[in-house]
């Protein structure tokens, strides 16, 4: 796999990662009791932990990169919600029940898990990043053993074959989402020389341009045409 590929993985899991804290900490604030507020308060700062390994794995494979490449890394804010991490119509927790909520933690932490082990592979299991990796996967087996025990407690009627059904919905939105984005790459390799085209039009017709006309000293800026676009 080539080293672009690693680095794309690197830069979507931060933003999971990142996304998930802000999940739980969504929750956190919504608790109705003080055990369950702490529960989620722990989670959201192991995933916050998650969030700045990863943040260093990347920072650490992207030094010596130029910097037009580097910048297809930048991490925004604003990027959570246009990547789809964190949705713009409010947090799950305040679109979902409680109990589909405790069923998109058990099964999410289930899949972080084994998409963690793919990377794990990619950055070597005896290498130091690896080994950060691996205790990762640790805290989401955790996290995800807490969502169950949770569940056993609350819904004991719930079925297993209820959570594998929620397991594969989950599975599908994953990919759908790895779809979307790779498509999104595709289109942008085929817009960008037509951006780039139209960029450079605009700045030559406005190089033609003679500011000059446009002096408003001393000028009654009343008797300006409205229809003046300077
Ligand atoms: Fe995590
Ligand atoms: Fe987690």
Known sequence: MDNTKILGILYETIYAEHGSALEMLAAC?????????????????????????????????????NTSELRRFRITPQGLIRKGYVSQNGYLVENMSLKNFIAYVYTNELLAESSFSKI?????????????????????????????EYFLRYFPFLQPWQL????????????GRKFY???????????????????????????????????????????INYKSIL
Do not use: W
């Open 120 to 148: 794990v592979k990619l950055l070597g299991a005896n290498t130091e990043e690896g080994r950060s990796v691996m205790k990762i996967m640790e805290d989401e087996l955790r996290h995800h053993g807490k969502a169950k």
């Open 29 to 65: 604030k919504q608790a109705k009791s003080s055990s369950l507020a702490f529960g989620y308060f722990e989670h959201s700062k192991d995933e916050y932990n998650h969030t700045k390994t990863f943040r260093k794995i990347l920072s650490n494979k992207t030094s010596g990169i």
């Open 164 to 175: 594998s059904l929620y397991k594969l919905r989950e599975s599908i939105k994953n990919k």
């Open 181 to 223: 984005h790779s498509n999104i790459a595709l289109l942008e390799h085929i817009f960008y020389p037509l951006y780039s085209l139209f960029a450079l039009i605009i700045s030559r017709l406005l190089k033609s341009l003679n500011l000059k006309e446009f002096k408003r000293s001393n000028k009654n800026l009343m008797d």
